[in-house]
């Protein structure tokens, strides 16, 4: 079994050969979920979950005293983590540069949990080609009181029109509200040519039916709509990993599906950890999508041009 569940002392376990402190702290109320049963929950689906959050810059969402405690949005390298969480430099267009947090493996993956790690957020570009995004994020937002078949149908056409121009892609439940459809990219294009093309498509939505959708980040337009948010495309962006726990209750997980399991969801938030490393233990959508990865060239622009 993948599981080493090693009682190391009252209160301790060991994952991944990094020692978990407070391991019976109390972090999800309601189903009581403790600080050793979220690091369980990562040491099962690791292996998958590294497939895409690993070699590339990340931000944490840190909650060390659990749900009802302080929140933080970690983004750069901070002290005491453990040895395995590693840092990359990153350069953005404007010429500033920051270290930023990375997670090569597993253990580096125990490691930011054992700092109090509920979520993991991932950048769009590999460690190694920081200048050519490898993923390509619609953030599906709808307004509070659109139901989820409408985000779903959304989804649907947002991954029809990404065939359409050849690319292939995989929707995710991202355990909120809404829908990310993710498009692998092989990595021809810069941030630039990825961002322009995100919102040259969310901006056609709005335009084709404005009733149903916004390219706009502000809560008035939203109103009855779905936001497609393109802004998750950037240097410095950053999307909820696959497989990432969330810090909300019922401690739901993003998971990515086909586009047929899809359509039987009811829900943005229905996996709870139990499904989520059932459904790990499966295929993954998202990996198979990303063996068709296509690159956003010149045809695909010509191709959005047309629209
Ligand atoms: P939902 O389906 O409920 O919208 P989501 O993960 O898409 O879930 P959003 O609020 O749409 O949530 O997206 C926020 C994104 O912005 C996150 O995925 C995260 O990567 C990024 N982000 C940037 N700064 C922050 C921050 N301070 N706190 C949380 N997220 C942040
Ligand atoms: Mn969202
Ligand atoms: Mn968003």
Same mark, same amino acid.
């Given at each position: 079994e993948?599981?080493?569940?090693r009682?190391?002392?009252?209160?301790?376990?060991?994952?991944?050969?990094i /020692?978990?402190s407070s391991?019976?702290?109390?972090?999800?109320?309601g189903?009581?979920?403790s600080?050793?049963g979220?690091?369980?929950?990562?040491? /099962?689906?690791?292996?998958?979950?590294?497939?895409h959050?690993?070699? /590339?810059p990340?931000?944490?969402?840190?909650?060390?005293s *659990?749900?009802?405690?302080? &929140? !933080?949005?970690?983004?750069?390298?901070?002290?005491?983590?453990?040895?395995a969480? &590693?840092?990359v430099?990153?350069t953005e267009?404007? *010429?500033?540069?920051?270290?930023?947090?990375t997670?090569?493996?597993?253990?580096?993956l125990?490691?930011?949990?054992?700092?109090?790690?509920?979520?993991?957020h991932?950048? $769009?570009?590999?460690?190694d080609?920081?200048? &050519?995004p490898d993923?390509?994020?619609?953030?599906?937002?709808?307004?509070e009181?659109l *139901?989820?078949?409408?985000?779903r149908?959304?989804?649907r056409?947002i991954?029809?029109l990404?065939?359409?121009?050849?690319?292939?892609?995989?929707?995710?439940?991202?355990?909120?509200?809404?829908v990310?459809?993710?498009?692998?990219?092989?990595?021809?294009?810069?941030?630039e040519?990825?961002?322009?093309?995100?919102?040259?498509?969310?901006? $056609?939505?709005?335009r084709?039916a404005?009733?149903? !959708?916004?390219?706009t980040?502000?809560k008035?337009?939203?109103?009855?709509?779905?936001?497609?948010?393109w802004?998750?495309?950037?240097?410095?962006a950053?999307?909820?990993?696959?497989y990432?726990?969330?810090a909300r209750? $019922?401690?739901?997980?993003a998971?990515?599906?086909?586009?047929?399991e899809?359509?039987?969801?009811d /829900?943005?938030?229905g996996?709870?950890?139990?499904?989520?490393?059932? &459904?790990?233990?499966r295929?993954?959508?998202?990996?198979d999508a990303?063996?068709?990865?296509q690159?956003?060239?010149?045809?695909?622009?010509d191709a959005m041009e047309?629209?």
């Amino acid at each position: 079994e993948l599981a080493v569940d090693r009682a190391v002392g009252a209160g301790e376990a060991e994952h991944r050969g990094i /020692r978990i402190s407070s391991a019976d702290r109390v972090i999800y109320p309601g189903p009581a979920l403790s600080k050793g049963g979220v690091a369980r929950y990562y040491d /099962r689906v690791a292996e998958r979950m590294m497939e895409h959050a690993a070699g /590339r810059p990340v931000a944490l969402v840190r909650m060390p005293s *659990g749900l009802d405690g302080q &929140r !933080f949005f970690q983004r750069h390298p901070g002290k005491g983590f453990p040895e395995a969480v &590693r840092s990359v430099r990153l350069t953005e267009a404007d *010429g500033s540069s920051a270290d930023y947090i990375t997670l090569p493996d597993p253990a580096a993956l125990l490691g930011a949990v054992q700092m109090g790690t509920l979520e993991v957020h991932i950048h $769009g570009a590999r460690n190694d080609r920081l200048d &050519r995004p490898d993923r390509l994020v619609f953030d599906l937002d709808p307004d509070e009181d659109l *139901g989820f078949p409408a985000v779903r149908k959304a989804a649907r056409e947002i991954g029809d029109l990404m065939a359409r121009f050849g690319l292939a892609s995989a929707p995710m439940v991202t355990g909120g509200k809404g829908v990310h459809i993710i498009v692998p990219l092989r990595r021809t294009a810069g941030w630039e040519t990825v961002r322009g093309f995100a919102e040259a498509v969310a901006r $056609g939505f709005e335009r084709r039916a404005p009733e149903r !959708f916004t390219a706009t980040a502000s809560k008035s337009g939203r109103k009855g709509r779905i936001f497609i948010d393109w802004l998750r495309n950037g240097a410095a962006a950053t999307a909820v990993s696959p497989y990432s726990l969330r810090a909300r209750p $019922g401690a739901p997980v993003a998971v990515p599906a086909d586009w047929d399991e899809l359509a039987r969801l009811d /829900r943005a938030d229905g996996f709870d950890i139990e499904a989520a490393v059932a &459904r790990a233990q499966r295929d993954c959508p998202l990996l198979d999508a990303s063996r068709g990865a296509q690159g956003l060239s010149q045809s695909v622009l010509d191709a959005m041009e047309d629209w």
